[in-house]
C-alpha cells in the first residue's frame, strides 16, 4: 500500500459499511429523536420570546388618536422596558404606562403619552401653551398650529411625571387624571415597526 493510499476500514466479518441515510434501528429512533429536537427548539423559542416580552421588549398597538399625528391608530411601536433602569425619564419621551385606576373601566390596560412633567415641576396651560415653572415649552414634536388649552397648575410630585397626548383636543391625559407614579411605567416607545412604510424611531 502506497503512502498516499486511504487507511483501510476494518470490518467484523459479515457486516457492511453503513452509508449515509442508512438507519440502523429502522427510523423509528430516528424519528423520536428529531421530534425530540424540534420541541426542545418550539420550546426554547418560546421560553426566549418570553423573556425578551416580559423583560426587555413588547410591542404595542396604538388604539387611538390621542398621539396624532406622531402616532396614529393602527400603529405598532416597540417598547423598551430596561431604560429606565439604565437612565432617568426625560422630558419628551414617549412611554407606555398602566392605565391609572381612577380611569373608567377599559379593555385598554396601557396608555401611551408624552413625557412633559418632570418630578418638582409646575405645569400649566395659559394661552395657547404649556408652561414650565412660568416658562414656556419648547414643543417641536406638536403639528404647527396645534395649542393646549388652559389648565390650572399642577405641582407634580416626587417619583410621579405629567403625561400628555400630542393631540392636545383629542387625549385624556395627565390634565383628567393627574400625574402618573413611576412605579406604573412600562417602557420607553423607541421604534415604530408597523406601517411598513412609516418605520422610524420616536
Do not use: C
Request: proline residues 8%; negative net charge.
Amino acid at each position: 500500500m502506497s503512502p498516499s493510499d486511504p487507511p483501510a476500514l476494518d470490518l467484523d466479518e459479515g457486516t457492511s459499511p453503513v452509508e449515509p441515510g442508512d438507519d440502523p434501528e429502522g427510523g423509528h429512533g430516528s424519528g423520536v429523536r428529531s421530534l425530540v429536537e424540534w420541541v426542545l427548539v418550539v420550546g426554547g423559542a418560546l421560553v426566549i420570546a418570553l423573556v425578551i416580552k416580559t423583560f426587555l421588549l413588547q410591542a404595542f398597538y396604538i388604539p387611538s388618536s390621542s398621539m396624532v399625528s406622531t402616532l396614529n391608530i393602527g400603529d405598532r411601536v416597540l417598547v423598551n422596558k430596561l431604560s429606565y433602569d439604565l437612565h432617568d425619564v426625560h422630558r419628551g419621551d414617549i412611554i407606555v404606562f398602566e392605565r391609572p385606576e381612577s380611569e373608567a373601566d377599559s379593555p385598554i390596560s396601557d396608555l401611551i403619552k408624552r413625557v412633559v412633567g418632570l418630578p418638582g415641576d409646575t405645569v400649566e396651560g395659559q394661552n395657547g401653551q404649556v408652561l414650565i415653572d412660568g416658562e414656556p415649552l419648547a414643543e417641536p414634536y406638536l403639528d404647527e398650529g396645534v395649542t393646549t388649552g388652559d389648565f390650572d397648575p399642577v405641582e407634580v410630585p416626587e417619583g410621579h411625571y405629567f403625561m400628555m397626548g400630542d393631540n392636545r383636543g383629542d387625549s385624556r391625559d395627565s390634565r383628567f387624571f393627574g400625574p402618573i407614579a413611576e412605579d406604573t411605567i412600562v417602557g420607553r416607545a423607541f421604534f415604530r415597526v408597523w406601517p411598513l412604510g412609516d418605520i422610524s424611531t420616536l
